[in-house]
């Protein structure tokens, strides 16, 4: 029997917390004039909604599409995370459908949640072997998500001692002026410090200046007090 959009739907109401609904639309900034404006919690944790994806990854990629279209946050989360177990299974033909089902639904990919759960599992992982190209117009796009998304998948690549791309896509993300975009450049400056501490140095010491406050203290997070008031001071 196929697996449906309406039937996660199902699924993910068995396990709401109403009480949730508040903090999470907080979280996430659902507010008038927020980033999240308008997005629709039901209360589902993200451990519940992986459990629930684990179940489903039989689903096909029309309906996982429906699912990404949905108003309601859990349901998109649910599609990605599908995406990204169907993603583990594939082979290469299916692989490419799910990156370019991906890439091609950006605009429902609208939260930070939603782009740090998948763009590493899916798109960074996709490209690991094939032209970064994309990756440089997500990090030139007019859309907040695309520009996150961008930095954010090269996590998979860091994860390998890979650092080339992420350190040309915070140049091109420096001067952001949304702290969405400064605190995911300074969450992967400070995976690079993490495996190759020299590489971020010298990366910092020729811009740290001109570098947002907030993308900054980011990517010294793991630094030593010291060495953290060096960076901080202009």
Same mark, same amino acid.
Request: a positive charge; charged letters at 30%; proline letters at 4%.
């Given at each position: 029997m196929t697996q449906t959009a309406a039937q996660y739907k199902d699924a993910l109401r068995t396990?709401?917390?109403?009480?949730?609904?508040?903090?999470?639309?907080?979280?996430?900034k659902s507010g008038k004039g927020e980033y999240g404006e308008g997005d629709i919690f039901i209360g589902v944790t993200v451990p519940d909604n992986r459990t629930i994806a684990k179940s489903f990854r039989e689903m096909p990629l029309p309906e996982?599409?429906?699912?990404?279209?949905?108003?309601?946050?859990e349901c998109r989360?649910? =599609?990605?995370?599908? $995406?990204? %177990?169907?993603?583990?299974? =594939?082979?290469?033909? $299916?692989? %490419?459908?799910?990156y370019r089902l991906y890439t091609t639904n950006?605009?429902?990919i609208n939260n930070w949640d939603l782009v740090d759960l998948s763009a590493a599992q899916i798109v960074g992982e996709h490209l690991a072997s094939r032209d970064h190209a994309p990756l440089y117009r997500f990090a030139n796009s007019s859309l907040l998500w695309e520009q996150?998304?961008?930095?954010?998948?090269?996590?998979?690549?860091i994860r390998n001692g890979q650092f080339d791309d992420t350190l040309a896509i915070a140049d091109i993300l420096l001067l952001h002026p949304h702290d969405l975009i400064q605190k995911a450049v300074g969450w992967m400056l400070r995976e690079v410090g993490k495996c190759d501490k020299k590489t971020l140095t010298t990366?910092?010491?020729?811009?740290?200046?001109?570098?947002?406050r907030t993308m900054l203290r980011y990517a010294i997070e793991k630094?030593?007090?010291?060495?953290r008031a060096h960076y901080m001071k202009k």
């Amino acid at each position: 029997m196929t697996q449906t959009a309406a039937q996660y739907k199902d699924a993910l109401r068995t396990v709401m917390q109403p009480e949730k609904k508040k903090v999470l639309s907080g979280f996430f900034k659902s507010g008038k004039g927020e980033y999240g404006e308008g997005d629709i919690f039901i209360g589902v944790t993200v451990p519940d909604n992986r459990t629930i994806a684990k179940s489903f990854r039989e689903m096909p990629l029309p309906e996982i599409e429906l699912l990404l279209h949905d108003p309601i946050h859990e349901c998109r989360l649910g =599609a990605l995370l599908c $995406l990204i %177990e169907k993603y583990k299974k =594939a082979d290469e033909p $299916l692989r %490419e459908e799910i990156y370019r089902l991906y890439t091609t639904n950006t605009a429902y990919i609208n939260n930070w949640d939603l782009v740090d759960l998948s763009a590493a599992q899916i798109v960074g992982e996709h490209l690991a072997s094939r032209d970064h190209a994309p990756l440089y117009r997500f990090a030139n796009s007019s859309l907040l998500w695309e520009q996150r998304i961008s930095i954010v998948a090269t996590w998979r690549w860091i994860r390998n001692g890979q650092f080339d791309d992420t350190l040309a896509i915070a140049d091109i993300l420096l001067l952001h002026p949304h702290d969405l975009i400064q605190k995911a450049v300074g969450w992967m400056l400070r995976e690079v410090g993490k495996c190759d501490k020299k590489t971020l140095t010298t990366f910092l010491d020729s811009r740290y200046t001109r570098m947002p406050r907030t993308m900054l203290r980011y990517a010294i997070e793991k630094f030593s007090a010291d060495e953290r008031a060096h960076y901080m001071k202009k």
